[in-house]
């Protein structure tokens, strides 16, 4: 049975031979989807996307392993839409929380001569204080999408948009979907990093990929886990 379609986060895992060992990839993109049966469809088109892709930029030849998470994202994607994020389960004080922030704004936009027309992901970094001494402190990084209009505006808007009690208002009512006798104070902490994507964020476009070398391919396959397991944050996400 197909719900209503609404767009979810999904990170696929894909893998290519090296002389010695391999290169795994971490791809990010927004779908469209009101099934599981549907993310298994949506899954092999993109997967075939990609690797045509690799092949035509630099004649990679790579093979898809299988799904690495689902998130949730905004229902509509526009500028400052949550576009997932990460728990840092470890992260129990405010102290701990400011050691993910990272990078300077000014300093990862410096190198760009045009950012007018290219999509951003910014990573804000809050720390969360339950008002109950049973659930945990923790630090959570938002990825937020960002069309900037310059490097000034965008210096600006990272900071107002962090600040903002109504994003943090977003992110809690997602947070609550999970935890629903959630009631806590949240704090932004500061900026962990951000990235300029090649292409516009829409449903079926790559938002992020991440590479890294290792020395068997059972270490990537480690990664990747049934589409079922993901049902609870599916079904939140509809």
């Known amino acids: 049975m197909v719900g209503t379609r609404n767009n979810i986060g999904i990170t696929l895992i894909f893998a290519s031979k090296l002389k010695r060992g391999h290169i795994g990839y971490k791809v ?11 993310v298994d469809r949506c899954t092999k088109l993109l997967s075939e996307k990609f690797q045509k892709m690799m092949s035509k930029k630099n004649g990679t030849s790579c093979v898809y392993l299988g799904i690495n998470d689902i998130f949730e994202v905004d229902k509509t994607i526009k500028d400052g839409s949550i576009l997932g994020r990460t728990t840092f389960w470890s992260k129990k004080s405010v102290k701990s929380a400011k050691g993910l922030v990272k990078s300077r704004v000014y ?8 950012i007018k027309d290219k999509d951003c992901i910014a990573e804000l970094v809050y720390f969360l ?20 209009l310059s490097k000034g505006h965008l210096i600006t808007k990272i900071d107002r948009l962090g600040k903002s009690e109504r994003l943090k208002a977003r992110l809690m009512k997602i947070l609550k979907k999970y935890e629903p006798s959630l009631n806590a104070e949240l704090t932004y902490i ?30 990537l396959k480690k990664l990747v886990a049934p589409v079922e397991s993901f049902k609870e944050v599916f079904m939140q996400s509809q």
């Not at 990010?28 to 549907?38: H, N, P, R, T």
């Not at 964020?201 to 020395?215: A, E, P």
């Open 129 to 148: 204080k339950p008002n109950l001494k049973t659930q945990s402190r923790r630090a959570i990084v938002c990825n937020i999408l960002l069309r900037p």
């Open 28 to 38: 990010d993109y927004v779908i469209k989807v009101g099934s599981l049966k549907e």
């Open 107 to 114: 300093n990862c936009s410096a190198y760009m001569k045009d």
């Open 190 to 219: 500061g900026l962990a990093d951000m990235r300029f994507l090649q292409e516009k964020i829409k449903v079926g476009n790559c938002s992020s990929i991440s590479t890294k070398n290792v020395s068997k391919l059972t270490s």
